[in-house]
């Protein structure tokens, strides 16, 4: 399987500002996904992020809060913009090779906002 | 709206004991279904993924079911060891454009030397 490296780990940010969050693979993938992870809860799906098209953005989610880049097939970057304690979570990127295929993540990006 | 239930939340045993996570999903409409591991703070590691049409899937010590008309998958873990404490998450893919993923709140597994 392809190997996901997410950059930062872990981050404490303050209020207000905002974290890029990188998300690179190994090898060539049209899918990927940005989830959010809250405390003491399962994996929301942000945003999913093809190569060649906009990022196509789940309800209760905006691009203006969430902008996300994909510039190639190996790497993605999103956005935290204007950040508030509520958007302490960990979010995780995930590539498919297709719709049903399986999916592999990587190790997170642990959000503290203060 | 497809809902995904992980019972229990929670389950501590003793190293060596035979073990059965459950998950349900409302909506028996899936393309397949996969099971994760993750450990505190860090992200999924994917450790089996059963397409519609399989029953089961075995990896080592994991064997996981899947009874798509009853809404059920079962992951079997074996002989357990220190090492299997993680929460271990089940999601279906329902389709769609993207074939989103579904997750559940996982089971947090604790295994006790």
């Known amino acids: 399987s392809a190997v996901i490296s997410q950059k930062p780990s872990r981050d404490i940010c303050q209020r207000g500002t905002s974290l890029t969050i990188q998300c690179q693979v190994d090898?060539?993938?049209?899918?990927m996904f940005w989830y959010r992870q809250q405390p003491g809860q399962s994996l929301t799906l942000i945003a999913t992020a093809n190569q060649g098209s906009e990022a196509t953005y789940e309800s209760g989610f905006v691009i203006d809060k969430f902008p996300i880049s994909r510039p190639n097939l190996t790497f993605s970057t999103l956005t935290v913009s204007n950040m508030s304690p509520e958007d302490s979570s960990i979010y995780l990127c995930?590539?498919?090779?297709?719709?049903?295929?399986?999916?592999?993540f990587g190790q997170g990006t642990r959000l503290t906002v203060v | 709206k497809q809902e995904v239930t992980q019972i229990p939340a929670a389950l501590s045993v003793p190293e060596g004991e035979n073990l059965v996570l459950n998950c349900s999903f409302t909506?028996?409409?899936?393309?397949?279904l996969q099971w994760f591991r993750q450990d505190p703070g860090k992200g999924l590691t994917s450790l089996l993924l059963i397409q519609s049409s399989q029953r089961e899937q075995t990896s080592g010590r994991l064997n996981a079911s899947l009874d798509k008309s009853s809404g059920r998958s079962t992951l079997y873990i074996a002989a357990s060891q220190p090492g299997d404490s993680a929460t271990y998450l089940c999601?279906?893919?329902?389709?769609?454009?993207?074939?989103?993923?579904?997750f559940g709140k996982g089971t947090k597994l604790s295994v006790k030397p």
């Open positions: 909506d028996s409409a899936i393309y397949n």
């Open positions: 090898s060539q993938v049209t899918m």
């Open positions: 999601a279906v893919n329902g389709g769609g454009s993207q074939g989103n993923l579904i």
């Open positions: 995930s590539i498919r090779t297709g719709r049903y295929s399986e999916a592999f």
